[in-house]
C-alpha cells in the first residue's frame, strides 16, 4: 500500500446472543437443528401474531454496555426496518434505529506502534435475524430455512476510528472475547453466531473528509475480515490512482478468488421505511435494573490481564495470552491456586504444552484432558526437583494420553530426578575419564564445551540428573 | 315463548337457564335462519355449522353437569378478522381465500372458554380498510333494513348479521369507526373498549396502534356480557394492558345521575345531516332526564383526525401487509418467472383497490425525505388530539355526539370518492387515535334508518359508558325495532 494514503474502517459486529429462545417468540435458538423446526407461527410471520420481547436480551445488552462504559439507554424503542426478502417472514426486521439501547462505548486496542489506541463504539442495538435461504442440493428452485429467524442479535457499531485490517481485527477480537466474557454470546464464527460488515474507504494521508465508503457483508472469520479489508483497500486505492471514483455499495468477499464484488449500490439501496414498531412498548430500564445487572459482571479482560501482571508477575504477553479466553483465565488461576511454584512456571505450562496439545487434538480448553490439579500436579514435581523441566514434558504427554496424574506417571516410569550428589558425581567423574581431549580443550579456556558434558552426563542419566546439580558438580570437577 | 331469534343474550341465558330450550335447539333455529336469509344480506364468509352444533351440544353437556361457563350455549359470530383453529380466516380478501387459520386468537378462545357456540365468520371490508364493506373480495354486505343500503364498515357483517337477528352478538374490530358506525348503520350496539382492554393476538392487523377489537349486540346489556368475558391482560400482546376486568353487569343498572355529558361544538357543525343531528339531541335530552347534565367541551384538534388518521393508519398497515407475499400462505401467483414477479403478481392479484391505495399512501409517508413531514407530524397531531380529550375528561364523565353522520348510505355511492368514504368515519376516529374506549347506542331512524348516538369515554371508561347506553335503553326502544323482511 502506498504510504500516501489514510485507511479508514468502521465496523458492524452482528454478535447472537446466547438466550435459550428467540427475541419474540419462545421457539428454541439452538444451532443446528432440521430445517424449519426451529420456527413457530411467530417466526414465521402468520397473520396475526404478535412479538414478545425476550426480556433476556435486554438484560444481555445491558451487561454489554457496562462492560464497554456505554450509556444503557432508560428507553429504546423497537423500530421497523421494511423490506422483502423470502427469508424475512413479516416482511420487515425488528430493530432498534433512533433510539437504541446503549450508546457511546468504547475500548482499547493496541496499535501498530504498541500504544494503547481507543476505539469508540457508537451504538449497540437489539434485533431479530432473519432465516436463510438454501439453494443447494435443491435443482431449480430455493429453500427457506426459518430456525434461524428471530434469533436475538445485538449489533455493535464502531465509530470509523479503525486504520488497518490488524486494527479492524483486533478490535473484533476484543468484542469477541468480551461477549464471551459477559456469557452473552458463544462467539462461534462458524455457526455465525459472530460475524461484522466492514466499511472501508481511503482518503490521502492528511485530509481530514472522508473517502467514499464501499461496505464489506458479513465476513466470518478473523482471517476473512483482514484478507477482505486488505482486498478492498487496494482496489480502491488502484481505482483513485487509474482516475476512478469509488462508488458507495454493498460488496461481498469472495473467499475463493480473494476479491470484492458488488452486491447493490447505493441507488438500488432499499429505503428501509423504518418507523417504531407499534406491536412493542419502548424497553424502559430503571437504575435499579442497572446496578443489579452491574453486580453480576464478571471482571473483563482488561481488568483480569492488568490483575495477572500484578498479582502473578507474568512475563510479555503471557497476561494478553491467558486472559483472552475467560475459560482459559479460570483454569490457570485453578493451576495457581494448587501450587506453590513461582506463577511463571505454570504460565508457561498453560500457554506452551497444553494449549500446544489443545490446539494439536482441535480442542477447546473446556475439554482439557489434563484438569487443572493434575497440571499442577506436575508443575509440584518441577518445583520440588523430582523432574528437570524435559522430563515433564514427558510425563505430561503421558498425562495427555491418560496414564494418571504427575506422580503416577513418574513412579511408573521410573522418571524420579537424580539429586543425589554422589550419584551425579560418581557420573561426572565416568564423563571426565571417557574424554580426556575435551577436558583439555576446557581447561585450556574454551568455556563452551559445558554443554558437551551435560550432555553426556543427561545422556548417562537418562535425562534424570538435577540440571543444575549437574552444572555445579561438572564445573567444580572440571576446575580441579 | 317469545321466538328465540328475537331475544337478546341476556334472555336467551335466563332460557337456557330454565330449560325452556337447549343451546342445540337454539343454535340450530339461528342455523336456519342463516342458511334462509343470508343469501340477501351475504353477512357470513363461512358458516360453521357442525361445528357450532357440537359446541352447542358440549354446551348442553356443561350445563347438565352443574358447569356454566359465563356464554354457555349463547351464540355469537367471529368477525373473519379472527383467527380461528381449522377454520377458513379471510379477512375479507383474495390474499386469504384459500388461509385455513393454525390457530385461535386470544378472543376465541375466551369466548369458547366462556361456552359460546361460534355460528360462522363473517363478512367484512378486506383487512378491515373500509367504511361499507364493498371493499371484501366476497362481497358487499346489505343492510337489513334496506338492502340496497351499506351495514357500515368494516365490520359490516357483524353488525348486519345482529340486526337480522341471525345472532344476539358479534364480535368486531374498529380501527377508525368500524364497529361503531356498522352499529349506528343498522340500529344495534357497538363498542370499541380502549386501547390494550382486548387482545390483539390472533386479530389479523390492519393498523396495530389503532385496532381494537369489540363487540356488536342489540343491548348495552349484552355487550356487557360479552365484553367482560373478551376482555384482560394476554401476555401474548405486549400492548394489552394489565388492568382489572370490573365486572360490568354489576354496575349497569346503577342511576347515570350526575354524569356529567361533554358536548362537542364541532360534531354539530355543517358536515351532519340535520335530521340525524336531530335525533342524537334528542337522545342526549333523554339521558339529560335522567339526572345528567350537559356541558360543552372544546377538542380544538378535533378536525385534524381524519387526515391524521389517513397518515398513521395506512403507514402501519403497509408494513403490517407485507407478510402477505405469497411465499408461506394465502394468494400464490402462478407461474412466476422470478422471486419479484412472484411478490408482485402474488400481491397485485391477492389484494384489492382500496387495500393497495392504503399500501401506497402508507409506504409514502414512511419513505425517506417524507416521514417527517407525514408520519412524524401526523403522530405529533395524534397527541394533540389525544391531550384534549384528556382535558376535556377532566370536566366531563362522557363525551356524547352522533355516531356517524348521516344513516346509511346506498351501496355504490360513495365506493369511487374514498375522501367522502372516509369522512363517514370523521366521529369516530378520534376515540382510535386517543386509545379511548366508544360506543354507539341505536337512537332512532332517518327515513326508516337506524342512526346511532355516541357515547367516548376515558381510560378503561368502559363501565360508565355500558351503564349509559343501558340507561338509556331502559328509556327508548329503537334497538328492539327488527327489520320487517327478518321479523
Known amino acids: 500500500m502506498s504510504a500516501a494514503w489514510e485507511v479508514v474502517i468502521g465496523l458492524e459486529i452482528h454478535a447472537q446472543l446466547a438466550t435459550k429462545s428467540k427475541i419474540f417468540s419462545g ?84 496499535d501498530a506502534n504498541g500504544n494503547e489506541k481507543r476505539i469508540g463504539v457508537t451504538r449497540a442495538h437489539l434485533e431479530e435475524d432473519a432465516g436463510k435461504s438454501i439453494h443447494e442440493g435443491l435443482d431449480a428452485s430455493s429453500g427457506i430455512d426459518l430456525n434461524r429467524a428471530g434469533t436475538p442479535l445485538l449489533e455493535i457499531v464502531s465509530e470509523p476510528d479503525l486504520r488497518s485490517a490488524k486494527e479492524a481485527v483486533a478490535y473484533m477480537k476484543k468484542i469477541h472475547t468480551i461477549v464471551r466474557y459477559l456469557g452473552i454470546s458463544d462467539g462461534n464464527m462458524q455457526e455465525g453466531s459472530f460475524r461484522c460488515d466492514a466499511n472501508v474507504s481511503v482518503r490521502p494521508m492528511g485530509q481530514e473528509e472522508l473517502g467514499t465508503r464501499a461496505e464489506l457483508k458479513n465476513l466470518n472469520s478473523f482471517r476473512y475480515i483482514e484478507k477482505a479489508i486488505n482486498i478492498e483497500v487496494e482496489r ?245 | 315463548m317469545m321466538d328465540m331469534h328475537l331475544q337478546t343474550m341476556t334472555e336467551l341465558a335466563a332460557g337456557l337457564e330454565k330449560g325452556d330450550f337447549s343451546s342445540v335447539e337454539l343454535t340450530q333455529t339461528l342455523l336456519d335462519r342463516v342458511a334462509a336469509l343470508d343469501d340477501r344480506l351475504n353477512a357470513f364468509v363461512t358458516v360453521t355449522a357442525a361445528e357450532a352444533l357440537l359446541a352447542a351440544a358440549r354446551a348442553d353437556a356443561a350445563r347438565a353437569a352443574g358447569n356454566v361457563g359465563a356464554l354457555n350455549g349463547l351464540p355469537i359470530i367471529h368477525k373473519d378478522i379472527f383467527c380461528t383453529r381449522g377454520v377458513k380466516t379471510t379477512c375479507g380478501s383474495k390474499m386469504l381465500n384459500n388461509f385455513i387459520s393454525p390457530y385461535d386468537a386470544t378472543v376465541v378462545e375466551k369466548l369458547a372458554a366462556a361456552g359460546a357456540v361460534v355460528l360462522g365468520k363473517s363478512n367484512m371490508d378486506e383487512f378491515a380498510m373500509g367504511s361499507s364493506n364493498e371493499t371484501s373480495f366476497f362481497g358487499p354486505v346489505r343492510n337489513p333494513w334496506d338492502l340496497e343500503c351499506s351495514p357500515g364498515g368494516s365490520s359490516g357483517g357483524s353488525s348486519a348479521s345482529v340486526a337480522a337477528r341471525f345472532a344476539p352478538a358479534a364480535t368486531g374490530t374498529d380501527t377508525g369507526g368500524s364497529i361503531r358506525q356498522p352499529a349506528a348503520l343498522t340500529g344495534t350496539v357497538g363498542i370499541k373498549p380502549t386501547y390494550g382492554r382486548v387482545s390483539r393476538y390472533g386479530m389479523i392487523a390492519f393498523a396495530s396502534s389503532l385496532d381494537q377489537a369489540g363487540v356488536i349486540t342489540r343491548s348495552s346489556e349484552d355487550a356487557a356480557r360479552v365484553l367482560g368475558v373478551m376482555a384482560g391482560f394476554d401476555e401474548r400482546d405486549s400492548t394489552s394492558i394489565d388492568h382489572p376486568v370490573p365486572d360490568y ?137 389525544a391531550d384534549d380529550f384528556k382535558k376535556a375528561f377532566a370536566d366531563v364523565d362522557v363525551i356524547a355526539g352522533p355516531t356517524a353522520p348521516s344513516p346509511a348510505f346506498k351501496l355504490g355511492d360513495k365506493v369511487d370518492d374514498p375522501i367522502q368514504m372516509y369522512l363517514n368515519d370523521i366521529y369516530t376516529i378520534g376515540a382510535n387515535l386517543a386509545g379511548l374506549p366508544a360506543i354507539s347506542v341505536p337512537c332512532g331512524f332517518v327515513n326508516d334508518m337506524p342512526v346511532g348516538l355516541h357515547l367516548v369515554g376515558p381510560h378503561f371508561g368502559e363501565e360508565v359508558l355500558l351503564r349509559c347506553g343501558h340507561q338509556y335503553q331502559q328509556q327508548t326502544e329503537w334497538h328492539k325495532a327488527c327489520p320487517e323482511a327478518f321479523q
Open chain 1, 27 to 110: 421457539s428454541p435458538t439452538a444451532y443446528g437443528a432440521e430445517p424449519n423446526t426451529q420456527a413457530n407461527l411467530v417466526d414465521l410471520g402468520y397473520p396475526g401474531v404478535l412479538p414478545v420481547l425476550n426480556k433476556e436480551v435486554v438484560r444481555m445488552a445491558t451487561m454489554f454496555g457496562l462492560a464497554i462504559g456505554a450509556t444503557v439507554a432508560r428507553r429504546s424503542v423497537f423500530a421497523r426496518k421494511n423490506y422483502f426478502y423470502p427469508d424475512l417472514p413479516k416482511g420487515y426486521q425488528i430493530s432498534q434505529l433512533e433510539l437504541p439501547i446503549v450508546e457511546h462505548g468504547e475500548l482499547f486496542i493496541t
Open chain 1, 236 to 480: 480502491q486505492i488502484d481505482l483513485i490512482e487509474d482516475g476512478g471514483k469509488v462508488v458507495q455499495e454493498t460488496r461481498l468477499y469472495d473467499s475463493d478468488r480473494d476479491e470484492t464484488r458488488s452486491m447493490r449500490s447505493k441507488e438500488e439501496a432499499n429505503d428501509y421505511r423504518y418507523f417504531p414498531d407499534p406491536d412493542l412498548l419502548p424497553v424502559e430500564i430503571s437504575e435499579e435494573f442497572i446496578e443489579a445487572v452491574r453486580a453480576t459482571m464478571p471482571e473483563l479482560p482488561a481488568a483480569k490481564e492488568a490483575r495477572f501482571v500484578d498479582e502473578y508477575s507474568l512475563k510479555g504477553d503471557d497476561a494478553g495470552i491467558l486472559t483472552a479466553s475467560r475459560p482459559l483465565a479460570d483454569y490457570f488461576e485453578a493451576v495457581i491456586a494448587a501450587t506453590d511454584a513461582p506463577s511463571q512456571i505454570a504460565a508457561n505450562w498453560v500457554i506452551g504444552d497444553l494449549a500446544g496439545a489443545l490446539n494439536r487434538d482441535g480442542l477447546d480448553i473446556e475439554d482439557v484432558k489434563i484438569s487443572a490439579d493434575e497440571l499442577a500436579g506436575l508443575v509440584n514435581r518441577i518445583h520440588d526437583n523430582t523432574i528437570s523441566g524435559k522430563i515433564a514434558k514427558q510425563v505430561f504427554e503421558a498425562m495427555w494420553e491418560g496414564e494418571g496424574s504427575a506422580d503416577d506417571v513418574i513412579e511408573a516410569r521410573g522418571l524420579k530426578q537424580i539429586t543425589d550428589s554422589s550419584a551425579i558425581e560418581a557420573v561426572v567423574d565416568k564423563v571426565i575419564a571417557d574424554n580426556p581431549g575435551q577436558v583439555a580443550e576446557y581447561q585450556a579456556g574454551k568455556d563452551k564445551l559445558i554443554g558437551f558434558f551435560v550432555g553426556k552426563v543427561m545422556q548417562e542419566t537418562k535425562g534424570q540428573a538435577n540440571p543444575g546439580q549437574v552444572n555445579q558438580i561438572l564445573k567444580d570437577k572440571l576446575q580441579s
Open chain 2, 249 to 385: 353487569l354489576a354496575t349497569i343498572g346503577d342511576s347515570i345521575k350526575g354524569l356529567r355529558v361533554g358536548i362537542v361544538r364541532q360534531h354539530f357543525d355543517a358536515g351532519l345531516d340535520e335530521q340525524t343531528g336531530a335525533r342524537v339531541k334528542a337522545a342526549i335530552a333523554v339521558i339529560e332526564s335522567l339526572g345528567a347534565t350537559t356541558v360543552e367541551v372544546d377538542l380544538p384538534n378535533i378536525d385534524l383526525s381524519v387526515p391524521t388518521y389517513y397518515v398513521v393508519a395506512p403507514a402501519e398497515c403497509s408494513s403490517n401487509l407485507s407478510r402477505f407475499d405469497g411465499v408461506r400462505f394465502g394468494h400464490r401467483a402462478e407461474n412466476a418467472e422470478d422471486l419479484l414477479d412472484l411478490y408482485c403478481r402474488s400481491r397485485g392479484e391477492g389484494f384489492g383497490d382500496e387495500v393497495k391505495r392504503r399500501i401506497m399512501t402508507g409506504a409514502y409517508v414512511l419513505s425517506a425525505g417524507y416521514y417527517d413531514a407525514y408520519y412524524l407530524k401526523a403522530q405529533q397531531v395524534r397527541q394533540l388530539i
